[in-house]
């Protein structure tokens, strides 16, 4: 099995048990069935994976967890993917001042690392919300993208197919999305995969940190926090959790990885 048919497998199956976490998950994220009976169970048939301190089944939890995780995830790149795609496009086919302005813009903003200002936003913004943050991480992810786009539109301005369009007066734009785009598409759908699982990874860590999804609402992150300090009595709060980060990420990087093999002649 190829690396992209594997990724790609994963990848649905996460995002079906997302969709599917109302029928799957056996209670709702914020149920509190027993107070005291239930506080800190450890896994059964009923609860498989435990429950929290609040008697929350830890299972429904990681499930519904995984449709906020996700959904930020694949919004969050779908911003970052269309600006920077937008301004390297710009960059790359116009050149000369518009290109030296942009990409100083794009030097600003890589030379200053992400996570810091993505704390220094969310510790001033009070009641953070989810499409707050959905799009402080997209609007804060797109310098690399850029980068990469304008490096690839630099090399197909000079095609003959480029030159050939201008020739005969098509205009710019539709140059851009008719000829260019189409022909730059490969890195972006690579790097649009490997993003995915970078941004569930940062926005676990804000979670965990109490700056990222709010409770009650379940996320990864904040799971994880809710078990760090019983971690030797309930381990299995914070575990499973855990393991879902990591398989998230392993398969979007595994999708990232086929894909930019299958798309590279040099491997075929």
């Known amino acids: ?3 992209i048919r594997l990724g790609s497998l994963a990848v649905a199956a996460l995002l079906l048990l ?3 976490a109302p029928v799957i998950a056996p209670y709702a994220p914020t149920a509190q069935p027993d107070l005291i009976g239930l506080r800190n169970a450890a896994p059964s048939w009923a609860h498989p994976f435990g429950t929290d301190m609040f008697s929350r089944d830890v299972l429904s939890r990681v499930l519904y967890g995984a449709r906020v995780s996700l959904l930020i995830g694949v919004l969050a790149v779908a911003i ?3 600006v920077g795609t937008a301004v390297g496009l710009a960059a790359g086919y116009a050149g000369g001042a518009v290109d030296a302005g942009l990409m100083r813009v794009v030097d600003a903003g890589l030379a200053i690392p992400k996570i810091f200002v993505v704390l220094v936003v969310l510790a001033l913004w009070e009641g953070i919300t989810v499409p707050v943050l959905v799009g402080i991480l997209g609007f804060t992810g ?3 993208v850029s980068r990469i786009v304008r490096a690839e539109t630099q090399s197909a301005r000079g095609r003959e197919y480029v030159a050939a369009a201008r020739a005969i007066g098509i205009p710019t734009h539709r140059i851009l999305v008719r000829h260019v785009l189409p022909n730059v ?3 972006i759908l690579v790097v649009a995969s490997l993003g995915i699982g970078q941004v569930i990874l940062l926005e676990a860590g804000l979670s ?8 009650p609402m379940p996320s990864w992150g904040n799971i994880i926090a809710d078990g760090q300090h019983l971690f030797a009595s309930a381990p299995w709060i914070s575990t499973a959790p855990g393991l879902a980060i990591v398989a998230t990420v392993m398969a979007f990087s595994v999708l990232a990885d086929g894909m930019r093999a ?3 002649p040099r491997d075929r």
């Open 1 to 3: 099995m190829t690396r």
């Open 18 to 20: 997302a969709i599917l």
């Open 80 to 82: 970052s993917v269309t």
């Open 262 to 264: 299958a798309l590279d």
């Open 208 to 215: 965990y940190l109490g700056v990222g999804v709010p409770q």
């Open 142 to 144: 797109w310098f690399g």
């Open 185 to 187: 598409a490969a890195p």
